[in-house]
């Protein structure tokens, strides 16, 4: 069993929501993620802040995000634990990100140090 991390770009799509479709858009987000862990496939998994801070040029250079356009824009992560790769990518296809225009999961196996 592997660990692999999903990144949640590109779907702004609850910035024009309701508070009733926000509701409803999050209901979903939660019944995903509540059957992953009933199936003991979550470990971990949260949205992100769209502001931030990026540190760079040898700890130099801090400036204030987003660090991409909206679209490309990392917004959350989860980790699951799958067989391999393609059983990861088969979980992220049940995302709900996908019912925005522009959401995509990119599915990333965690390495050991």
């Known amino acids: 069993m592997s660990r692999f991390m999903y990144l ?6 609850m910035a024009e929501m309701s508070p009733e479709e926000m509701e409803v858009h999050m209901g979903k987000w939660k019944t995903w993620m509540g059957g992953l862990a009933q199936e003991g ?3 971990d998994g949260l ?8 540190v ?4 130099q250079t801090v400036i204030d ?3 991409a356009e909206g679209k490309e824009m990392v917004g959350g992560y989860l980790i699951v634990n799958a ?12 995302c709900p990100i996908f019912e925005g ?8 196996e965690i390495m050991s140090m």
């Open 65 to 67: 995000g987003p660090f």
């Open 56 to 59: 760079s040029n040898g700890a």
């Open 47 to 54: 949205p992100l802040n769209k502001d931030g801070k990026q």
């Open 8 to 13: 949640f770009r590109g779907s702004d799509a």
């Open 101 to 108: 225009p522009n959401g995509n999961v990119e599915v990333r």
């Open 83 to 94: 067989d391999n790769e393609n059983a990861a990518v088969e979980i992220a296809k049940g």
């Open 41 to 43: 496939v979550l470990v």
